[in-house]
């Protein structure tokens, strides 16, 4: 099993949806949990961070499950420019060489 | 305010050169990184500094070395380089005094392949 995993997509979506990723994850120690966004031939992003008791960022949502170790982002209101791969980041440790990245899920927001 | 900033952004190699891919951050960031991404297989670390002075390896070090030359620069460097390593490298750092919250600020990417 994979550290992190997450559904390649695409998920395809009108403009104005709705739309939830998860992403699972194998160590139950992890840590500290993120979601970076990457445009198509772009550097990764940090989009947010997820905290214990959720988050929210205008039209992001972020939630973490520790008993069935995973997280998962929310978007509402679908624009055209949400239209991205989404990775999820999980850290073990304090420091970022433990960190790990999911292989993304790529999202495309139509008209 | 330049960030991250990663040179060249497009290489092509023939197997056996080598080459040098630099980067260069000025945010003050005590830890640089680099990454590498695969279709499929995420972003894995080859190698880190945590801080000047220091490096260690990652998750696929092999056929890579790096020097963090001073506080801004970390390069890397592939000797003889192979067909397995045609990739898009990124160059990341952070400034771990945010704690578990540091975000990995990335450079632009360089496209290498190698023939």
Redesign the interface.
């Given at each position: 099993r994979k550290e992190?995993e997450q559904d390649?997509g695409p998920f395809n979506v009108p403009e104005g949806a709705t739309v939830a990723f998860n992403c699972t994850y194998s160590n139950s120690a992890s840590?500290?949990f993120?979601w970076y966004r990457q445009d198509c031939?772009?550097?990764?992003?940090?989009l947010m961070?997820v905290y214990s008791s959720g988050n929210e960022d205008g039209r992001f949502t972020a939630q973490l499950n520790r008993a069935s170790q995973y997280i998962s982002l929310l978007i509402r209101d679908s624009k055209l420019s949400d239209s991205a791969t989404y990775?999820c980041v999980v850290?073990d440790t304090?420091?970022?060489?433990k960190?790990?990245?999911?292989?993304?899920t790529r999202l495309q927001v139509t008209l | 305010n330049a960030g991250v900033t990663q040179t060249p952004k497009f290489q092509v190699l023939k197997t056996g050169q080598s080459m040098t891919l630099q980067c260069a951050q000025d945010m003050n960031h005590n830890?640089m990184?680099w990454y590498r991404q695969d279709p499929?297989?995420?972003?894995?670390?080859i190698y880190?500094s945590?801080s000047e002075g220091t490096t260690?390896k990652?998750e696929v070090p092999n056929g890579y070395n790096v020097s963090r030359l001073n506080k801004r620069e970390f390069s890397l460097r592939l000797e003889s380089a192979a067909p397995s390593q045609t990739s898009v490298y990124?160059c990341a750092s952070?400034d771990?005094g945010q704690?578990?919250?540091?975000?990995?600020h990335?450079?632009?990417?360089t496209r290498l392949t190698v023939t």
């Open positions: 992190v390649p840590q500290s993120f031939r772009k550097e990764p992003k940090l961070s990775l850290i304090g420091t970022a060489s960190l790990t990245f999911g292989t993304g | 830890s990184y499929g297989m995420g972003l894995r670390l880190y945590a260690d990652g990124f952070s771990p704690g578990f919250l540091a975000p990995l990335f450079g632009n990417g």
